[in-house]
């Protein structure tokens, strides 16, 4: 069984900066694809941005391209979403989610196509 851990959420003013990180214990990272998803309260989980195990696929969704970034440090077993130029609209609860047998393609931004999911990080961007 995987343990997922997710850090880095916060307060941040609208056009700042976070950097979101997720941990999975496990022997085989690089055998696994990477999604973030967000959600709000008594809304369902929507699709942010995924990676591929190897790090060279990645996908987002059209409302964060251009202002997040995706990446994985495979020695750490870590994923990394570089959050800039938030807004207000950003806030929401995100959540790490492992999709297995996903090496060479990022995997689609559906809830239904990952495995195994994190407890969820905050983000609040007020000012």
């Known amino acids: 069984q995987f343990q997922i851990v997710e850090s880095g959420g916060g307060l941040v003013q609208p056009g700042g900066s976070l950097t979101l990180s997720c941990v999975v214990s496990t022997f085989t990272f690089e055998d696994y694809g990477i999604g973030w998803f967000r959600q709000a309260p008594g809304k369902g989980r929507l699709g942010v941005s995924s990676i591929s195990g190897t790090g060279d696929n990645t996908d987002y969704a059209d409302s964060v391209k251009g202002r997040f970034t995706i990446s994985r440090d495979n020695a750490k077993n870590t994923v990394y979403l570089q959050m800039n130029n938030l807004k207000p609209e950003d806030t929401d609860i995100y959540y790490c989610?492992?999709?297995?047998?996903?090496?060479?393609?990022?995997?689609?931004?559906?809830?239904?196509?990952?495995?195994?999911w994190g407890q969820g990080t905050q983000v609040t961007v007020s000012s």
């Open positions: 989610a492992i999709k297995k047998s996903s090496s060479w393609v990022a995997p689609p931004l559906r809830t239904a196509e990952y495995d195994y």
